[in-house]
């Protein structure tokens, strides 16, 4: 299940489960799990860092919730989870294996783990893997009670990853499993979108199958164009009164425009894209990583995007390298060869009076794209606008809205 759904749900029963914690590292958000931590039911919902899919449950306090198996408590105020009532529960396994960093026996079954706890440290010894031919690992000590329990896919807990996304998942929403930048001799000309869904129409749910299909949209397509390729979107946004144009080279001359220019954000695409508001055709489109840490944090599911930068050496003819959702700023910076201009500061908050706790970031211009970059130098955005603008000069006017 992807991170946002879980947050959908969570919120939707918030009197009921209350106290949820968000956690991720904030300087390398793709070096630790994304962790939604249900503190008042000792639950933990561990997030794979890339693909931002449910990929672990943990259960670390049994003793604030009741768990049962095949419709049989295993776990309750009356039925502790002793090593015996787990084999009552769920049978014979392999012999438990015995962390001493820990001091915690883990005993695995198929998708799942418990952890038991060693009442003395006396008794560990007895446990290690060189004691007694290692026989002794089988004997996890009689009345011995479950410390935390994990539920994962696949054989082991060290190896497990997310699976992809269940069929009931979809819920009708369309899904971008990646995005490629399309490119032609001046600058990005479009967006190629490899999309899943899981089948069509009100059908029931047993009889649909995964869909992957391919689709394109590019600059100057028209709003009929977009909706036929990719479908109704999410939400429809018209762009308020431009508050950058004081930034411009002549503010003076721009006439007010009658009507706004719009974006169709596509949210389970991690996509936004803008029309102007008098020939209704796209310029401008915004994708998003989805970094936890933005402000935009789980708005929009993550883009899986990779963009051609064409890098100009002098000894060669120029080049093409890849920039994807993962890059990091300076690693881009280092590909050019050449400091970008110095970016803009782009400063988010919901009205006048709020303040956005993640703080600030930076937009640099680049090749008709402007990057986002977010403190900790992930990106958090970047938006491409079409080749009827001036390139190579970042106008403050295209910063993400």
């Known amino acids: 299940m992807p991170l946002a759904q879980a947050v959908a749900i969570l919120q939707k029963h918030c009197r009921i489960i209350k106290n949820v914690q968000v956690l991720y590292s904030e300087q390398s958000p793709l070096s630790h799990d994304l962790i939604l931590n249900l503190t008042q039911d000792g639950i933990k919902l561990l997030f794979d860092a890339f693909n931002q899919r449910l990929k672990v449950i943990e259960v670390y306090d049994l003793t604030k919730v009741k768990l049962k198996y095949c419709g049989v408590h295993f776990n309750s105020q009356a039925i502790a989870p002793t090593i015996e009532q787990i084999d009552q529960s769920f049978g014979a396994t392999h012999p438990g294996v015995y962390n001493s960093a820990e001091q915690l026996f883990h005993l695995n079954f198929r998708g799942l783990s418990?952890?038991?706890?060693?009442?003395?440290?006396?008794?560990t010894p007895k446990y290690e893997p060189n004691f007694a031919h290692g026989l002794a690992s089988l004997q996890i000590p009689h009345g011995a009670t479950v410390k935390r329990m994990y539920i994962y896919n696949g054989n082991s807990l060290q190896d497990t990853k997310a699976p992809l996304m269940p069929l009931s998942c979809f819920l009708g929403n369309v899904y971008a499993e990646n995005v490629d930048v399309l490119?032609?001799?001046?600058?990005?000309?479009?967006?190629?979108?490899?999309?899943?869904?899981?089948?069509?129409?009100?059908?029931?749910?047993?009889?649909?199958?995964?869909?992957?299909?391919?689709?394109?949209?590019?600059?100057?397509?028209?709003?009929?164009?977009?909706?036929?390729?990719?479908?109704?979107?999410?939400?429809?946004?018209?762009?308020?009164?431009?508050?950058?144009?004081?930034?411009?080279?002549?503010?003076?001359?721009?006439?007010?425009?009658?009507?706004?220019?719009?974006?169709?954000?596509?949210?389970?695409?991690?996509?936004?894209?803008?029309?102007?508001?008098?020939?209704?055709?796209?310029?401008?489109?915004?994708?998003?990583?989805n970094y936890p840490g933005h402000y935009n944090f789980n708005i929009y599911h993550r883009c899986?995007?990779?963009?051609?930068l064409v890098i100009k050496r002098d000894s060669a003819d120029s080049q093409t390298e890849t920039c994807t959702t993962y890059s990091k700023w300076d690693s881009i910076q280092d590909l050019l060869g050449h400091p970008v201009e110095k970016p803009v500061v782009l400063h988010r908050s919901s009205s006048p009076n709020n303040t956005n706790p993640f703080g600030s970031t930076f937009c640099f211009g680049l090749q008709r794209m402007i990057f986002e970059v977010m403190q900790n130098?992930?990106?958090?955005?970047?938006?491409?606008?079409?080749?009827?603008?001036?390139?190579?000069?970042?106008?403050?006017?295209?910063?993400?809205?």
């Open 114 to 123: 418990f952890s038991f706890q060693l009442d003395s440290w006396t008794e």
């Open 183 to 289: 490119r032609d001799g001046t600058g990005p000309s479009g967006l190629r979108l490899r999309l899943l869904t899981a089948g069509c129409g009100p059908g029931v749910l047993a009889d649909a199958k995964m869909r992957v299909f391919e689709r394109c949209v590019y600059f100057g397509d028209s709003c009929q164009d977009v909706l036929s390729t990719l479908g109704s979107p999410h939400k429809v946004f018209y762009k308020s009164e431009d508050k950058m144009k004081i930034h411009s080279p002549s503010p003076h001359k721009q006439v007010p425009s009658k009507c706004n220019d719009y974006f169709f954000n596509y949210f389970t695409l991690g996509v936004d894209i803008l029309f102007d508001a008098n020939t209704h055709k796209v310029k401008k489109f915004v994708l998003h990583t």
């Open 304 to 308: 899986e995007f990779k963009i051609p």
């Open 377 to 401: 130098n992930h990106i958090a955005s970047v938006t491409l606008y079409g080749p009827t603008r001036p390139s190579s000069q970042l106008r403050t006017s295209d910063l993400p809205q």
